[in-house]
């Protein structure tokens, strides 16, 4: 029987781990003081509401493309497919709606059926013949864009239902459009199936070792074969969005999004949680490289610089997460 006097031993304090809380948020801290330094610079221009909410909504389309990357990437899997996707599902919308008069529900209902039967094609080719994904999607997504061009006839279809505009881009909440709000809801919901379901644990094991899935009764293939159609699912969602912020479809310009998209994933594997592909990581790199473009662009440096600012920050991106993987590798 413990004496009155004696005192309960103390529980360990957990303390701080800064190196790795740093780690996890540099991203976020130089996203902040990348946006300080522009504020300062351009404080009329850059640092307006008008700016700040053009940056939010104008990217969200990159926003769901991220998105539909890290699914497969998280399998171990590349879809360089998903811009062609995007592509494919805007004009399936643009011709469907505008230019055969089917209904607006049916045409998007359609472009994402499109995205579906992509990602099964994509499946079929990487699974049962063991193509690389790397391979197949890049043939798939050049076929794919010969399919717009023929279908556009190489140019741009516009008189889409300004119903599709009006809840995309045409409303608006605190300034921002919906969708701002769409994106961002998309991401928490992946978010929560990566951190909170059985379904992104899966997908985690079977990127990290399929050998090692498959011997834990996980089945592979249908993982990345779900991975694969769902990501590309997501793609013709962001085609239908970005028809509805144009109005129209343009044969060419989904391609412009496929290296900001692998650029934003590979940096967004290097914040929140480093190592892993993560929605929250993405989002952040998204629009980490939305204010440098911006930013730059507002103080005058030419156009050429988007180009080594997204291939800069992919290159550097991939060499940063596969120093934090080879770390993780070596305290396992």
């Given at each position: 029987m413990p004496h009155p006097t004696d005192t309960p031993a103390l529980a360990p304090r957990r303390h701080l781990n800064w190196a790795q809380l740093g780690e996890s948020y540099a991203l976020v801290i130089v996203m902040i003081a990348l946006f300080g330094v522009f504020s300062l610079l351009l404080p009329t221009t850059f640092f307006s509401w008008a700016n700040v909410s053009t940056m939010l909504g104008s990217q969200?389309?990159?926003?769901?493309?991220?998105?539909?990357?890290?699914?497969?990437?998280?399998?171990?899997?590349?879809?360089?497919?998903?811009?062609a996707t995007l592509t494919i599902?805007?004009?399936?919308?643009?011709?469907?709606?505008?230019?055969?008069?089917?209904?607006l529900v049916l045409a998007i209902s359609?472009?994402?059926?499109?995205?579906?039967?992509?990602?099964?094609?994509?499946?079929?080719?990487?699974?049962?013949?063991r193509i690389p994904s790397l391979i197949v999607t890049l043939g798939t997504g050049t076929?794919?864009?010969g399919i717009v061009l023929w279908m556009s006839g190489s140019t741009t279809i516009g008189g889409i239902d300004f119903t599709l505009i009006k809840f995309v881009v045409g409303t608006r909440f605190l300034g921002i459009p919906l969708l701002f709000y769409y994106a961002l809801i998309m991401c928490l919901i992946v978010w929560y199936v990566f951190g909170?379901?059985?379904?992104?644990?899966?997908?985690?094991?079977?990127?990290?070792?399929?050998?090692?899935?498959?011997?834990?009764?996980?089945?592979?293939?249908?993982?990345?074969?779900?991975?694969?159609?769902?990501?590309?699912?997501m793609a013709a969602l962001a085609g239908v969005f970005y028809a509805g912020t144009l109005g129209a479809a343009d044969p060419n310009s989904g391609n412009s999004f496929l290296l900001p998209a692998f650029a934003a994933a590979f940096l967004g594997a290097t914040a929140i949680t480093p190592g892993r592909f993560n929605p929250i990581g993405s989002f952040v790199a998204v629009y980490f490289l939305v204010i440098g473009i911006t930013g730059l662009t507002m103080?005058?440096?030419?156009?050429?610089?988007?180009?080594?600012?997204?291939?800069?920050?992919?290159?550097?991106?991939v060499a940063l997460s596969q120093l934090v993987r080879k770390r993780e590798a070596q305290e396992l």
């Amino acid at each position: 029987m413990p004496h009155p006097t004696d005192t309960p031993a103390l529980a360990p304090r957990r303390h701080l781990n800064w190196a790795q809380l740093g780690e996890s948020y540099a991203l976020v801290i130089v996203m902040i003081a990348l946006f300080g330094v522009f504020s300062l610079l351009l404080p009329t221009t850059f640092f307006s509401w008008a700016n700040v909410s053009t940056m939010l909504g104008s990217q969200a389309i990159l926003v769901f493309l991220t998105l539909s990357l890290i699914l497969t990437l998280t399998a171990g899997d590349f879809d360089l497919s998903v811009a062609a996707t995007l592509t494919i599902s805007a004009m399936t919308v643009a011709v469907l709606n505008a230019q055969l008069e089917v209904p607006l529900v049916l045409a998007i209902s359609a472009a994402l059926l499109v995205g579906a039967f992509i990602g099964l094609v994509n499946g079929f080719f990487i699974l049962y013949f063991r193509i690389p994904s790397l391979i197949v999607t890049l043939g798939t997504g050049t076929f794919i864009n010969g399919i717009v061009l023929w279908m556009s006839g190489s140019t741009t279809i516009g008189g889409i239902d300004f119903t599709l505009i009006k809840f995309v881009v045409g409303t608006r909440f605190l300034g921002i459009p919906l969708l701002f709000y769409y994106a961002l809801i998309m991401c928490l919901i992946v978010w929560y199936v990566f951190g909170f379901t059985t379904l992104g644990r899966r997908l985690l094991f079977v990127g990290r070792g399929r050998e090692v899935a498959l011997l834990s009764g996980i089945n592979v293939e249908k993982v990345r074969l779900g991975a694969l159609i769902l990501s590309s699912m997501m793609a013709a969602l962001a085609g239908v969005f970005y028809a509805g912020t144009l109005g129209a479809a343009d044969p060419n310009s989904g391609n412009s999004f496929l290296l900001p998209a692998f650029a934003a994933a590979f940096l967004g594997a290097t914040a929140i949680t480093p190592g892993r592909f993560n929605p929250i990581g993405s989002f952040v790199a998204v629009y980490f490289l939305v204010i440098g473009i911006t930013g730059l662009t507002m103080l005058g440096i030419q156009s050429y610089v988007q180009n080594l600012f997204y291939g800069g920050a992919l290159v550097l991106a991939v060499a940063l997460s596969q120093l934090v993987r080879k770390r993780e590798a070596q305290e396992l």
